[in-house]
């Protein structure tokens, strides 16, 4: 599969992601842009720490098609929005590589480390976030974005990883 392929496939799952989580968890909604649960912010965490360079372009391209739907934001905003949705992940894989001890082959990716990772994400996407919606006047949320953005990333990590020793365990003759 070509890089762009997966990048493009990627940035798909991720709008259909996002797209679902507005429909089937609305009630979790606090203000614009921000829910209890999210989790597009897991599968953000989990296309970086796989494919760094074309999980951030596929974060990118879907957060720019996600914030246009937005119409109080112009280009300009609609660009920093995407650029800060794709900053949080790789901000985050990088003090898990430097700080936490997690391996770039995320050979050592343990249950604990996920918790950790999901905390180290949760700030920073939601430090940037809250940081951009204070520039441009939006209501904060800082609370509610951070529960949202950990829970919907240690949804997605664990199911991941369950799926994938479940998958290990299948395969094995």
């Known amino acids: 599969m070509s890089a ?12 259909a992601l996002g797209l679902a989580n507005e429909h089937l968890l609305r009630g979790t909604e606090v203000t614009s842009g921000v829910n209890w649960i999210y989790l597009p912010a897991g599968l953000r965490m989990c296309y970086v720490l796989v494919l760094p ?4 372009a596929a974060i990118f391209a879907a957060s720019l098609v996600l ?3 937005d119409d109080t ?19 985050a894989r990088a003090v898990a590589i430097q700080r936490l001890g997690l ?3 995320l050979e050592n ?5 996920l918790w950790q ?3 180290v994400f949760g700030l920073f996407s ?5 940081a951009f919606y204070a520039a441009i006047g939006r209501e904060p949320a800082f609370l509610s974005m951070w529960i949202g953005d950990t829970l919907g990333c240690l949804l997605c990590l664990y199911g991941f990883k369950g799926l994938a020793a479940a998958w290990r365990k299948w395969k094995q003759p």
């Open 4 to 15: 762009v392929f997966a990048t493009l496939v990627m940035a798909v799952g991720l709008v």
């Open 53 to 56: 360079l074309h999980g951030a």
């Open 67 to 69: 914030a246009m739907r």
């Open 73 to 91: 934001f112009g280009l300009p905003l609609i660009v920093i929005s995407a650029c800060i949705t794709a900053s949080g992940p790789i901000l």
């Open 103 to 105: 391996q770039p082959n």
């Open 109 to 113: 990716l343990s249950f604990n480390r």
């Open 117 to 119: 990772l999901a905390m």
């Open 126 to 130: 939601t430090v940037l976030h809250q």
